[in-house]
């Protein structure tokens, strides 16, 4: 470990305990000081590990208040070390303001690398991996769910989401009606654990098969889509929003040509298609 005092990212196991580094035992052992997320879940691990250092609540009530306290603590020649309760910290777990902090206030920072639900997931989902966008979690309200898998409904990459047991079938249900019933997807869950199951297939066969048995979305899971794969022939959604708009205020040839002009797609295309639409 570094002689400079450090605020150190130390990944913790996302479920089988012996998956932690060596180098991440090492520096547990000599930090002055752990913040923790949850300190009694953080305290098993460290229990585990005979490992006995003083730690530190740091979670999404308090970082913002006790960031300046941890930072002065560095600036004195003590080092810290930021754990989540499972997997890398600040991928939607605490640490992103601490982090933030300490880069404005020049102290120095030390990742390492380790467990990760998302990266764990996707490199077993048959999805794939060489692009993707890890979106966290969805919004719990099903409008704003809605809306934002509307956005994300031409997104060409894998997405990754983190999700609750309570809410994944209502998940899957919006995803059949907003990206169609054959979209793939992949559930991930309890990865690392007795149980961990990864399971894939079209969006609705998913919803029906989620909805079979309730231990098949029990535990912490993580749900993968794949990307959108664009019909050459089809027309962009944007440009179809566009001329749904267009033929509210203007006749529809008008409405095609300006949005073919927009675009840069077929105008008679764009007329056929708002005479069955429109």
């Known amino acids: 470990m570094s002689d400079l005092a450090s605020l150190f990212i130390v990944p913790t196991p996302i479920g089988n305990i012996q998956d932690i580094s060596a180098r991440a035992l090492a520096v547990l052992q000599q930090v002055d000081l752990i913040a923790a997320e949850d300190t009694r879940h953080t305290a098993k691990l460290l229990n585990h590990y005979q490992i006995s250092k003083p730690c530190f609540a740091l979670h999404d009530h308090n970082e913002q208040q006790k960031s300046a306290g941890l930072i002065a603590k560095i600036q004195a ?31 120095n920072i030390v990742p390492l690398p380790g467990p990760c639900a998302a990266i764990t997931a996707l490199s077993a989902a048959g999805l794939p991996s060489d692009r993707f966008s890890f979106e966290g979690f969805l919004p719990a309200k099903e409008k704003a769910k809605v809306d934002t898998l509307t956005a994300l409904l031409e997104e060409p990459r894998t997405m990754i989401f983190y999700e609750s047991p309570r809410r994944v079938l209502d998940t899957l249900e919006q995803i059949v009606k907003v990206m169609g019933p054959d979209r793939r997807v992949v559930v991930a869950r309890e990865i690392t654990k007795t149980f961990e199951t990864i399971h894939g297939a079209g969006a609705a066969e998913m919803w029906q098969w989620l909805g079979e048995d309730e231990n098949r979305r029990k535990g912490e899971i993580v749900l993968l889509i794949a990307g959108h794969k664009p019909d050459p022939h089809a027309l962009p959604q944007a440009a179809l929003q566009t001329l749904t708009l267009l033929v509210k205020e203007l006749p529809l040839k008008k409405a095609a040509a300006i949005t073919a002009e927009i675009h840069k797609v077929k105008k008679n295309a764009l007329y056929k298609w708002g005479l069955d639409n429109c």
Do not use: E, K, M
């Open 77 to 107: 020649g003590q080092s810290i070390a930021l754990v989540s309760d499972a997997g890398t910290p600040l991928i939607s777990d605490p640490g992103y303001h601490l982090v933030n902090d300490c880069r404005a206030a020049g102290v």
